[in-house]
C-alpha cells in the first residue's frame, strides 16, 4: 500500500501563497489522494481530489477558488494564494487503495498551517 | 444535504467495550462502502476499518484486528464499530466517513479509555 508523506509544519503571511507537499512512495503514481482541511477542534473537510492528471471531480462545498492542486510525478500538491485567516489549519492528504478484499485507507501525518 | 452523525463515545476503563453509532442520511446509503477513522489526541487520522455496501467486504487496520467489529443496518441507515479489550492507545475521536464520490466525515465521536 501506499505511504503518503507531508511535512509536519508551514507557514506563510497573511495575503501571501503557500504550496502544501504529499507525497506518494515509489510505484504509485498513478494514485489520487484527497486533500482535507482541518481546523481547531473540527473534523476533517474535504478540499478536493488530484489525480495524476490534476483535479478531479468537484471542490468540497464552499472551498474558495484560491485552493487549487497540481500533479507532478509521486506529488499531489496544494496550494492555497492569498492566505487568509482561517485558512490556519491542519491539512491532511489521503488515499484509497486496492478494493473488495485488501480495500484500505492511507493518511499522511498531516501538515500544520500557520498564517503570520 | 449528507449528514454522518456519531455517537455512543464516552470513558470506559482499560478492558471495556463500547459501541459506536453513525447515522447517515442524503444519500443512498447503502450503495457506499463506510469507514471508521479515528484520530488520537494531538496525533494524524488513522483508518480503522471499512465495510462494503453490502457487508461483503470488512477490512481492519491491525491495530483494532480481533478486538473490533464494523457491521453496518442498510435499512436503518446506520454504521457501526463495536469495540472490546479497550486500551489507553484507543483514547482518539473516531469519525463516520464516506471516501466514495465527494468524501463526507461526520462531526466525530470521543472515545476516552482510562483508569
Known amino acids: 500500500q501506499p505511504v503518503l508523506t507531508q511535512p509536519p509544519s508551514a507557514s506563510a503571511s497573511l495575503g501571501a501563497s503557500v504550496t502544501l507537499t504529499c507525497t506518494l512512495s515509489s510505484g504509485y503514481s498513478s494514485n489520487k489522494v484527497d486533500w482535507y482541511q482541518q481546523r481547531p477542534g473540527k473534523g476533517p473537510r474535504f478540499v478536493m481530489r488530484?489525480?495524476?492528471?490534476?483535479?478531479?471531480?468537484s471542490k468540497g462545498d464552499g472551498i474558495p477558488d484560491r485552493f487549487s492542486v497540481l500533479a507532478s510525478g509521486l506529488n499531489r500538491n496544494l496550494t492555497i494564494k492569498n492566505i487568509q485567516e482561517e485558512d490556519e489549519s491542519d491539512y491532511h492528504c489521503?488515499?484509497?487503495?486496492?478494493?473488495?478484499?485488501?480495500?484500505?485507507?492511507?493518511f499522511g501525518g498531516g501538515t500544520k498551517l500557520t498564517v503570520l | 444535504e449528507v449528514q454522518l452523525v456519531e455517537s455512543g463515545g464516552g470513558l470506559v476503563k482499560p478492558g471495556g467495550s463500547l459501541r459506536l453509532s453513525c447515522a447517515a442520511s442524503?444519500?443512498?446509503?447503502?450503495?457506499?462502502?463506510m469507514n471508521w477513522v479515528r484520530q488520537a489526541p494531538g496525533k494524524g487520522l488513522e483508518w480503522v476499518s471499512s465495510i462494503s455496501s453490502s457487508s461483503s467486504y470488512i477490512q481492519y487496520a491491525d491495530s483494532v484486528r480481533g478486538r473490533f467489529t464494523i457491521s453496518r443496518d442498510n435499512a436503518k441507515n446506520s454504521l457501526y464499530l463495536q469495540m472490546n479489550s479497550l486500551r489507553a492507545e484507543d483514547t482518539a475521536v473516531y469519525y463516520c466517513?464516506?471516501?466514495?464520490?465527494?468524501?463526507?466525515w461526520g462531526q466525530g465521536s470521543l472515545v476516552t479509555v482510562s483508569s
Open positions: 488530484v489525480g495524476p492528471g490534476g483535479i478531479v471531480g
Open positions: 489521503g488515499a484509497e487503495h486496492g478494493s473488495g478484499s485488501n480495500f484500505v485507507l492511507v
Open positions: 466517513v464516506r471516501v466514495a464520490a465527494t468524501p463526507r
Open positions: 442524503g444519500f443512498t446509503f447503502d450503495t457506499y462502502t
